[in-house]
């Protein structure tokens, strides 16, 4: 028997519709049967001790009995979908049947071609660039498939040849005590190929490291964080094989005027305090360069935010564009002339505090605490 034809239920020695109490039962009575400690020095005990207890912790969990029951193995491999949004991590039952029968279990066939790594670049762009977009080119340094050989690794004019030491399938079976397991070569590493002569441009990896000039198209309405795909671009994989992506993420710089969150632009503007009380309009540039009127309400306060619809930051692959918010400061004059000083102290003398209704809120709730303390 295969390790990739090891049924669980066979191993505990139950039907495949055995209850739980069923496959606890015979698992203890396996267990026991083979039991390192029972078995000392018998590597086929210790092997099927290893096994059944492998089995046990697959069928006595009911999510991993049910993606067992539906996949098989394949359900234990790493990065299977096959669990059809099942939950439960198989990870442990993969990882124990890896340490038994090695890498290569559930494999079968020629070890698959390795990927090239995925690469990260990271991309500063400012505020206006991330509202208009660009285009730009970048030059990285990256593992690019060898010329010389054409990524295969073998010197110019000389040729491959099938690996005998596994008859060209990549893989080996050996003997483990009850069973015949299958292992990935070691002379060809899984590639079924044997390159006799190296490129002497690669070593006879089939990649080199030299610059690559990209281009890059940064959509509107990029934020930090985003992150851009290139598909295809990333280091090459050895011996021709395919080659990773590579991941540009953007940085967005700080901007003098504006700060964002998301798609609304947010900018705090001082005006005058007479602005404030008799109210008027400014006007401030948009992100785009366009100006924006923003009417100012009489009696406004320090600290009201007002709303521009649509003058923020385009929607990323999306239509539109978010809001800017004006957050008002009102600032309090530091130098006045002397007629200046005259006006407001004549307007002092005609408040009433009614003007006011926040400052004489205050102090008359100030005044009424005042007067509890001291009855």
Request: glycine share 14%; proline share 5%.
């Amino acid at each position: 028997m295969s390790a990739t034809e090891i049924d669980f239920y066979e191993l505990l020695e139950v039907e495949r519709g055995a209850d739980d109490k069923v496959i606890k039962s015979s698992y203890r009575r396996l267990a026991m049967r083979y039991h390192p400690d029972k078995n000392p020095g018998c590597a086929d005990s210790e092997a099927k001790f290893k096994l059944i207890s492998v089995a046990y912790d697959c069928l006595k969990d009911p999510q991993k009995r049910a993606a067992y029951d539906r996949y098989g193995h394949a359900a234990f491999q790493q990065g299977a979908g096959g669990g059809g949004g099942q939950g439960g991590d198989f990870g442990d039952i993969g990882d124990i049947f890896e340490s038994i029968f090695g890498s290569s279990f559930g494999g079968g066939g020629r070890q698959q071609q390795r990927r090239g790594a995925d690469l990260r670049y990271d991309m500063e762009v400012s505020l206006d660039e991330a509202f208009r977009g660009k285009s730009t080119e970048i030059t990285i340094e990256v593992s690019q498939g060898c010329e010389p050989c054409k990524g295969t690794g073998a010197e110019p004019g000389t040729a491959k040849r099938g690996c005998s030491m596994c008859a060209g399938h990549g893989k080996v079976r050996a003997q483990q005590g009850f069973f015949v397991v299958e292992r990935t070569c070691p002379t060809c590493h899984g590639r079924g190929e044997v390159i006799e002569k190296p490129c002497r441009s690669c070593g006879g990896e089939g990649r080199v490291d030299k610059p690559q000039t990209l281009q890059v198209d940064i959509p509107p309405g990029v934020d930090s964080g985003t992150r851009i795909r290139l598909s295809g671009k990333g280091e090459a994989g050895p011996f021709g094989s395919p080659p990773g992506d590579l991941y540009i993420f953007l940085h967005v710089k700080r901007h003098r005027v504006f700060e964002r969150e998301g798609t609304t632009l947010l900018t705090r503007v001082p005006i005058t305090f007479t602005t404030a009380a008799l109210g008027g309009s400014i006007e401030i540039p948009g992100i785009d360069g366009e100006a924006i009127t923003v009417d100012i309400p009489a009696g406004i306060q320090s600290g009201k935010q007002l709303r521009k619809r649509g003058t923020g930051m385009p929607v990323l692959q999306g239509r539109g564009r978010g809001d800017m918010v004006v957050e008002i400061s009102v600032e309090t004059p530091t130098k006045l002339s002397v007629r200046q000083k005259e006006i407001l102290r004549e307007l002092q003398e005609t408040e009433t505090g009614d003007e006011c209704p926040g400052s004489k809120g205050f102090f008359d709730r100030l005044k009424d605490a005042w007067n509890d303390l001291t009855e």
